[in-house]
């Protein structure tokens, strides 16, 4: 199966500021990568698919970029209800896999 | 908008088996070209996924926990269900449920927010 390893576990930013999440496939995904953010309680929200391509209704400060093994999502300017946990995951191969999970908080 | 909701027992015994129900509003279950998916997370680790069904019944399972696994469809309800047997301390997790595309484009637009199902005696 693919293995997703993200980076890094824990990311500290300040509101205002950029964050630049990273995903790293085992072998090659092509362009087959979504991003998920993830609150405690809450609705898991589809932020990216197709590796770049923001889903409905997602703000223009999340960018999805990469291709192959290596993955980024950017958050361009920090708000407060970006705090979260993110997550990716490839649907290049059976199983559907995702990565550990990187944890955007409060610096 | 489709909604999904999880329902079931938050406590499941150990070797017993584990069920939970989705159930899917504001749209039928059967309509468009969707498959219907069971992801889990332990506490402090990744996302797992554990199986899914179409609406014509087929299925797919991760290979990890295939042996243990039954996803079943229940039109006639808007539902969806997930049984995993033999159960261990290490099932225990959040568990959801999610849409994603039958063919290709798998990735899950739609999801329940999660029910906690702790495995103990």
């Known amino acids: 199966e693919k293995v997703m390893t993200q980076s890094p576990v824990t990311l500290s930013v300040s509101l205002g500021e950029r964050a630049t999440l990273s995903c790293r496939a085992s072998q090659s995904v092509s362009d087959n990568v979504a991003w998920y953010q993830l609150k405690p309680g809450q609705v898991p929200r589809l932020l990216i698919y197709g590796a770049s391509s923001r889903a409905t209704g997602i703000p223009a400060r999340f960018s999805g970029s990469g291709s192959g093994t290596e993955f980024t999502l950017t958050i361009s300017s920090l708000q407060s209800e970006d705090f979260a946990v993110y997550s990716c995951q490839q649907y290049n191969n059976w199983p559907l896999t995702f990565g550990g999970g990187t944890k955007v908080e409060i610096k | 908008q489709v909604q999904l909701q999880e329902s079931g027992p938050g406590l499941v015994k150990p070797s017993q088996t584990l069920s939970l129900t989705c159930t899917v509003s504001?749209?039928?279950?059967?309509?468009?070209?969707?498959?219907w998916n069971w992801i889990r997370q332990p506490a402090g680790k990744g996302l797992e996924w554990i199986g899914r069904i179409n609406t014509s019944g087929s299925t797919n399972f991760n290979p990890s926990l295939k042996s243990r696994v039954t996803i079943s469809l229940d039109t006639s309800k808007n539902q969806f269900s997930l049984r995993l047997s033999s159960v261990t301390a290490a099932d225990t997790a959040v568990y959801y449920c999610?849409?994603?595309?039958?063919?290709?484009?798998?990735?899950?637009?739609?999801w329940g927010q999660g029910t906690l199902v702790t495995v103990s005696s």
């Open positions: 999610a849409r994603d595309l039958d063919y290709g484009d798998n990735w899950f637009d739609s």
């Open positions: 504001g749209g039928s279950i059967s309509s468009g070209s969707y498959s």
